[in-house]
T-cell receptor, first 117, second 116 residues
Framework: EAGVTQFPSHSVIEKGQTVTLRCDPI?????LYWYRRVMGKEIKFLLH????????ESGMPNNRFLAERTGGTYSTLKVQPAELEDSGVYFC???????????????FGQGTRLTVV | AQKVTQAQTEISVVEKEDVTLDCVYE???????LFWYKQPPSGELVFLIR??????QNEISGRYSWNFQKSTSSFNFTITASQVVDSAVYFC?????????????FGQGTRLTINP
């Protein structure tokens, strides 16, 4: 079974440009999460989808960030326009609808390393 | 506010040594989950363990063991007889005891290097 996959693995863009990150969760996982780790600091929660609905977006830093999950499958996270402080590793995770049985923990992707120059 | 502290930024040991990674957490919730994740050089976060706040029994899985002490708000992770393949960044995390919710608060991570 495929795990959580993220595209691209690495992106380098100039300040002011737009970047879109994609996450494909594990098939059948209704919950999808975005996290971000900025330069050696802790990994911070950005938002949580349940199917196509935003359940919690309290961690989104500002309105330059837009997350979507059309159809409740894959999700995109767009940063527009990108700023230097947006550089970091963006992780996506997914989990099953019901917990806390074994196997319902969050599974993470390999992350997208975003560098804004 | 919830917080997870991993005071050890980097640890370096020689292969076969035992090593303990510390994790201290703060929460006002009476029920919660604690987690450990491993991030190998490939980048993904690999789930290691989830422990709920009701269960303070220590857990052992092969060379890995976890010591959960609610009295000191700690959830330490010990690797016995370390191996080079254990080299990675390890994250401790705190999460709600809510069905389907995995909004995790992570520590800053401990980079563990096992030298041959």
């Amino acid at each position: 079974e495929a795990g959580v996959t993220q595209f691209p693995s690495h992106s380098v863009i100039e300040k002011g440009q737009t970047v879109t990150l994609r996450c494909d969760p594990i098939s059948g996982h209704d919950n999808l999460y975005w996290y971000r780790r900025v330069m050696g600091k802790e990994i911070k929660f950005l938002l949580h989808f349940v199917k196509e609905s935003k359940q919690d977006e309290s961690g989104m830093p500002n309105n330059r960030f837009l997350a979507e999950r059309t159809g409740g499958t894959y999700s995109t996270l767009k940063v527009q326009p990108a700023e230097l402080e947006d550089s970091g590793v963006y992780f996506c995770a997914s989990s099953q609808d019901k917990g806390p049985r074994p196997g319902t923990e969050a599974f993470f992707g390999q992350g997208t390393r975003l560098t804004v120059v | 506010a919830q917080k997870v502290t991993q005071a050890q930024t980097e640890i370096s040991v020689v292969e076969k040594e035992d090593v303990t990674l510390d994790c201290v957490y703060e929460t006002r919730d009476t029920t919660y989950y604690l987690f450990w994740y491993k991030q190998p050089p490939s980048g993904e976060l690999v789930f290691l363990i989830r422990r709920n706040s009701f269960d303070e029994q220590n857990e052992i899985s092969g060379r890995y063991s976890w010591n959960f002490q609610k009295s000191t708000s700690s959830f330490n992770f010990t690797i016995t007889a370390s191996q080079v393949v254990d080299s990675a960044v390890y994250f401790c995390a705190l999460g709600p005891l809510i069905q389907g919710a995995q909004k995790l608060v992570f520590g800053q991570g401990t980079r563990l290097t096992i030298n041959p």
